[in-house]
Structure formats: structure tokens, C-alpha cells
């Protein structure tokens, strides 16, 4: 194999590793039964991957020959270590029992190891914290940095709290497995929420030089697919509706360069109108079952701005409304910030700007900087200057994404100016 050859597979390996790597680690999990073990089979796994790939060429399917490498490399290991602990020669003579995952047969199971692994991780033996953490750990490879800065709280905080649950898996022998289906509705509630997590930190990512992750966003709907196709519960299509309503938006919210574009100067006929159509559907759907939450009023929102053709065709009375429900089922202050500024565009920036100061002054989003980017475009919209620039200024402190940074420097220098 000449060197672009070589070039070209590794390229090719660095691209599987992207796109694959959590699917080959949860299936792996299911087959080794441990997190740690399965973490060291995928690092194993793409190592082998890196030396063989080049002189044997890309296998046809990748996924399926790294789970198969993994698992091998994980029983070689433990009868290594068998020589000194017997008690592992018995997990190994089991795990060679198994039978060997065949490249085409296992797909199916392979696509829903996954959802097992994420209803493992939001098992409710766990506490809500780690369900989050451990999920977005595992199940979306984000590192214990970015999901840090999403929880504020300290990386080595949050790494302890990872490792506490592995353990607690472990030593609780907490199933790999999606629950019975008469189990599954009490455990949905803590799977949604990490799904739209993972969603969120993909379609606006916390930090960084981009302002999207696709390949989280586009997982998490996955997952949101499968949830919906096994439990058509109301929330679960909810949830699906908003984020394909949402994702609709992805071509237009940046320009080629990177940089943010608010929702109004979004050039709309950029928005992907099938997503439109099936987030639309779905929402009516949830909603009209009666038993509606969040997620689904959410989604209500976002199909009332995805329906109109223009900014100013935006029906903000019947948003405003919406928040309103919303704000009475699952009270917070960023759904009243969200109202404030819905309301802001329904009756003027002055009503808008009094009820954004009333939240701030609660405290609770003293250190948000959207609250307070909010706050800064009102007070531009009524000509006051001086607070606008230093609502900006405050926002500028709190914001760690790279094209949001851009869009708040580019409005302190308008204002400047």
C-alpha cells in the first residue's frame, strides 16, 4: 500500500472513530458487561484498527469488526490476568462462550445497544446528576470538560461522580437492558431529559469554535426515533417533534463563515420543511392525546415560529400563551425569561424589558448569559445605551462558544459606535 494509501485509511479509521465509537462501546458494554473493560476493548480495538487497516484494507463493515476485535482483545486480556486471579478465568470461559458477532445477522441488535445503554445509565438506582453525566460520558462520548461546563461544576467533581456510578452499576448488577414494558413509563421521564440534553448541547454547543455539533443533535433524534417506535408515549413524540422542529432551523442559524444568525434574519427558506412537516405532525399528535407535557408545548412553540413564512407573520399572542401553559406544568425561571421575551415582541420591548429585570433580580440566572443577552437587546431596542452595553458586557463574561462571542462583540462595537 503506497503512503496516500496508508494516508487515506487512517483518515478513514479517524472517521469511524467519530462516527462509530459510542455504538462500538455500548455494544461492547452489553457483551463484556463493564464499562471499564469495554473502555479499554475500544481503545484496543481502534489501535488494532490502526495497525491493520492499512495492510488488509477497511473491512466492509467497520462497526462490526471493531466489536469483534474489542471483544477478543478484552477475553485475551483477562485470561492474561487470570494467571494471577483465578476468579477471572471463569468470566473469560464465559465471555468465549458467547457466540461470535456475525458482520450482517447482529445489525439490529447492534442499532439498539444504545438505547439499552442509555436506559442503563438513567437507571433510577442512580441519582439524577449521574444519569445525565454518565449518559452524555457514554453514550455520546462528550469529555468530562464539556459536560463540566454544561453542569457548572468542577471537572474533578464531575469525574467522581461518573466513577460513583459505574460502580454503583457494578456492584448493584443493574441490567443491560431496555426495562419491561410496564417499567418503562416511570423510567421515561429521566431518559427524555438526557436525550434532549445530548440534543441540546448538539444544536448549540455549550463551548467552542462551532456553534452546532451535528453528530449529537443527529443522535439524539436517533435515540428519540427508537424511544418513540418502542414507547409512543405523548412526551416521547413531543420530544422528537421539538427536536426535528428545532433542526430544521440548523442551515440557517450560521453563516458560511460561522457566525450566529438570529432567528429573525434567518434566511427561511433554508429551513428543512419535511422536518417541519413531521415535527409539526408529531407535536399535533402529543398534544391531542391529552397527556401532554413539557416537551410537547415546547414543540407547539416551535412549530407556531417554524409555520411562519416571516418574522413579522409570527403569531407571538399565541406563543406568549403557549409559555404561559408551560410556565404553570413545570414552573422555571428560563421558561419566564423565554415568555418575557415573547412577550416582548407581542406588546413592545418596555413590557419585555420589566419582566426580564424582575427575573434577574430573583437571582437564579444571575451567571446565564442569555438572560442577560436578552436584556441587553431590549434595552438596545428602547435606546438605552449604557445599560445595553453593560447587560452585553455581562453576557460577553459568561459566554464560552465561539460565534456567540462574535455576535455579542459585533453589538457592543455597533452601540460603541
Wanted: aromatic share 4%; glycine share 6%; with cysteine.
Amino acid at each position: 500500500m503506497s503512503e496516500d494509501q496508508a494516508g487515506q485509511v487512517r483518515t478513514s479509521v479517524e472517521a469511524v472513530y467519530r462516527t462509530e465509537s459510542r455504538r462500538v462501546l455500548a455494544t461492547l458494554i452489553r457483551l463484556l458487561g463493564s464499562f471499564d473493560l469495554a473502555e479499554e476493548a475500544l481503545h484496543d480495538a481502534f489501535t488494532a484498527a490502526v495497525e491493520q487497516w492499512p495492510r488488509e484494507g477497511v473491512p466492509a463493515n467497520p462497526r462490526a469488526w471493531l466489536v469483534s476485535a474489542g471483544r477478543f482483545k478484552a477475553i485475551d486480556k483477562i485470561r492474561r490476568r487470570a494467571r494471577h486471579d483465578a476468579s477471572l478465568a471463569e468470566i473469560a470461559s464465559e465471555l468465549d462462550a458467547d457466540s461470535e458477532i456475525a458482520p450482517e445477522a447482529g445489525q439490529e441488535e447492534l442499532e439498539d445497544d444504545r438505547l439499552r445503554l442509555v436506559f442503563t445509565c438513567c437507571h433510577p438506582a442512580l441519582p439524577p446528576d449521574a444519569q445525565v453525566a454518565l449518559t452524555l460520558r457514554e453514550v455520546c462520548g462528550l469529555t468530562t470538560e464539556e459536560i463540566a461546563r454544561g453542569f457548572l461544576t468542577p471537572a474533578a467533581t464531575l469525574a467522581q461522580r461518573i466513577v460513583r456510578a459505574k460502580n454503583k452499576i457494578r456492584d448493584a448488577r443493574i441490567p443491560y437492558e431496555v426495562p419491561a414494558r410496564e417499567a418503562l413509563p416511570e423510567r421515561l421521564e429521566s431518559v427524555l431529559r438526557v436525550i434532549y440534553l445530548v440534543f441540546n448541547e448538539g444544536y448549540s454547543a455549550s463551548s467552542g469554535a462551532s456553534l452546532t455539533r451535528h453528530d449529537l443533535s443527529g443522535e439524539a433524534i436517533r435515540l428519540a426515533r427508537l424511544l418513540v417506535e418502542l414507547l409512543p408515549e405523548p412526551e416521547a413524540m413531543g420530544l422528537l417533534a421539538l427536536m426535528l422542529l428545532h433542526e430544521s432551523r440548523r442551515a440557517a442559524r450560521a453563516t458560511p463563515d460561522g457566525d450566529l444568525v438570529l432567528l429573525d434574519d434567518q434566511d427561511r427558506a433554508l429551513w428543512n420543511r419535511e422536518q417541519i412537516a413531521e415535527g409539526s405532525a408529531l407535536a399535533e399528535r402529543a398534544l391531542s392525546a391529552q397527556r401532554f407535557g413539557p416537551y410537547s408545548l415546547q414543540a407547539a412553540i416551535a412549530a407556531v415560529h417554524a409555520e411562519a413564512r416571516t418574522p413579522a407573520e409570527t403569531d407571538w399572542a399565541e406563543i406568549v400563551g403557549l409559555y404561559g401553559v408551560l410556565a404553570r406544568i413545570e414552573p422555571s425561571p428560563i421558561v419566564e425569561l423565554n415568555r418575557a421575551v415573547a412577550v416582548a415582541m407581542r406588546d413592545g420591548p418596555a413590557a419585555g424589558l420589566a419582566l426580564v429585570d424582575d427575573i434577574l433580580a430573583g437571582g437564579e440566572l444571575d451567571g446565564y448569559a442569555l438572560a442577560h443577552a436578552a436584556r441587553a437587546d431590549l434595552c438596545r431596542r428602547l435606546g438605552k445605551t449604557a445599560d445595553a452595553l453593560a447587560s452585553y458586557e455581562r453576557a460577553l463574561r459568561l459566554t464560552e462558544q465561539e460565534p456567540q462571542r462574535r455576535f455579542i462583540e459585533r453589538r457592543l462595537r455597533e452601540l460603541a459606535e
